[in-house]
């Protein structure tokens, strides 16, 4: 058994609910028990401050704040002699209230809004507001802003081939970038040595910053168009386009949930337009707040992890029965065309251009969107609409009329539609085609329409279907057919893919069979769990070229897996192996091949960002974003920090740790996982919610408190345990508890070391003789030692 020392706060507790006892018997007189309280060293004024109501004690407390049941905010606030909340400058900038002239540094809150109630709990801190709606500040909102910081972004590879045709060869690309009140700037940047040449390149540099009142972003510099119909279109200007992130996020009814492999890309598309894209973690993922999904229309979602690996699976969703209608967005630049693979003999800009996109929804279930771009040498108009008038499909098409110099004139036609037949069966349609003079804006302002030869086959149309039936006992069934045909020489390409994957017990089979022009294509795997990891098993036919292989993938520890495999054909055998290693400072991956050829192969990859943030520096194993936080946990390495967009990330020797990306203008949480915390280590809190708008730089430090305990058994001289009740007594007397259970005693911190004296009911008083352990197992609750009082 413990006795603790009573701490200030716990006797707050303790006055707020002991009066709740006493009123059982008598509502309006609550009392105290006066001869407790003399015995805990307080005078019956204690007990009449806090008689009257729940209150706080006068002067200033940390307490939480909580305004209309809705908006939350803890704050340092004072109360005055009668423990009622003074009102001042700063608390109502805190609490994003408005600012109305105050008589005095402490106005009661029925000064300012006379209908304004309060309601104190002083046992949990906490306060309870209910105000006017005139009582807020329109222009002020929940999201913190500002922050500066300095990082990198860098992605490093290397390589060397052994035996044969040697090489030997590196690439880095990097991003530098600052953020400075909501500016965001960044550069992307890539360097590469090997193949008989060293090369820098600076591809991209702009700055963007919100502009809160347009609910837009702007952006300057080179960059790419941020428009669903020229997407990506490498300018050198200026653009202004709608953030969806600063429209009201909506929240789904079941999360969208999935498995990364890496630092892994994930889209969601509805009616073939991407409607968001964040960055995840290695694991499992969870998205429940989505802006501008659309309700009840099927979303495809897209992984896609760092070597390209695609994952995709859709999914069916329900919001509110009211939000069926997006809101409008738009995009705007102006600018010149910038060409990303300009070389000395082509221009690296072309003459001026501008674009423009508006997309809106003219009725419920219905997405219009009109663009077009404008330059001397190529114009473009685009319309495109999309329509879900079932929860069972969607169908979505598109026209673009495109001219060109020497008055090439051209038009593109394309439709998408996707569809469920039954509970089982899913079939999803596309189809594009152009005229024989439409350009792209690329192949035009770039010039490489003109400096083809005329007989250079181009597309003409492009058409695929695809089929799906799943069922939870015989798996998933799906066939997939694409053509394509080209002008000049009128060849077209057909292929067929027919694939199918089963799970029996504990095994996963899967078979793919695919023909194109490229060949015929076998493909079958069977995977079984085996210890810690997968074994797969894989035979591959190519042309009726046969190969075989074996791999297994596992994991030791945590953040550290690694691969070891076999694969073998006519032609030769190959054994592999590989290992990756997540770290607070990057992410690191290594890579081993040999062949039966004499040939070897040794790769070695890092990733990850560092960056000098609010003062502090500090590390990250996945790239930074443009809204970001800081954790600081002091000395407290290797903690698992996890917050919904940034997956998890890991503190650093010092305790920081980097959120990378966190969506602006929602709330996230973070979470510490406090498993590998020792267990003398005591936080203010393993959580800690951010709402940031776009390109802020938020920190936060959490209190660490190193716990030393140390239990004491007392005995007398005749090794007769003290008796339960005795009073536990400092040297000059003062009054910290009592012996509770075995003569057990809890010393805590300062107390330990300390002189002690027992004081027992109708006996003299004894010293209290014991040694305190010199040091402390961190890993240990506490320490014991035996006692004697003489």
Known sequence: MIMQRVSFHSLISAFVLLPTVATAANEKSPTFDLKTLEALGYTADVADFFSQEARFLPGVNTVTIQINAARSYTVDARFDADGQLCVDQALLIALKLRQPKLASDCEPLSALWPTATSK??????????????????????????????????????????SGGNDLRFFQGILEPGLNVSNWVVRNRSSVSSGLNADRYTSEETSASRAVESLKSVLQLGQFGSNSDSFSGLPMLGAQLYSDSAQFSASQLIVPIKGIANTNATVEIRQRGRTIYRTVVAPGPFSLNSISNFSNGVPADVEIIEEDGRRQRFSVTNALDVNNYREATSYQLGLGRYRNPNSTVGTPAESPSLITGEVAFSPANRQRMTTAGLFASEYQNLTLKHSYTGTERGWLAGGLSYARAQDNRQGYQLDMQAQTTLGGNVSTSFSSLYRSEDYLTADE????????????????????????????????????VASHNQYYHNGKSDIAHTLSSSQRWGRATVSLSLQSSAFGETAYASLSLPLGQGTLNNRVQSVDNNLSLGSSYQGTWGENRGYTVGVTGSEQQQRVSGSANLRTPYAQLATGVSQSSNQSRSVSMSASGAVAYANGSAATSSQPIGDTFAIVSIPKQG??????????????????NAILPALQPYTTATAQIDTKTLPLNIRLNSTTADFALARGSVASKLFTVTETRQLLLTIRDANGVAIPVGASVLSSSGQFMGTVIGDGNVMLINDDIGQPLRIKVTNQSECQVDYQAPTQFDANAVYETAEAICR
């Open 444 to 479: 035009t302002l770039s010039g490489q329409a003109y400096r083809q030869a005329p007989t250079t086959q181009t597309l003409r149309n492009a058409n695929s279907a695809a089929i799906t039936w799943a069922h939870p006992r015989w798996g998933a069934f799906s066939y």
């Open 638 to 655: 290797n903690l698992r920090v996890q917050a919904p967009g940034s997956g998890a990330t890991l503190t650093n020797y010092s305790g």
């Open 120 to 161: 104190a709990y002083p046992g949990q801190f906490r306060l309870e507001l209910m105000l006017p709606e005139e009582a807020f500040d329109p222009s002020q909102d929940d999201f913190q802003r500002g922050g500066y910081a300095a990082l990198l972004n860098y992605n490093l590879f290397g390589q060397q081939i």
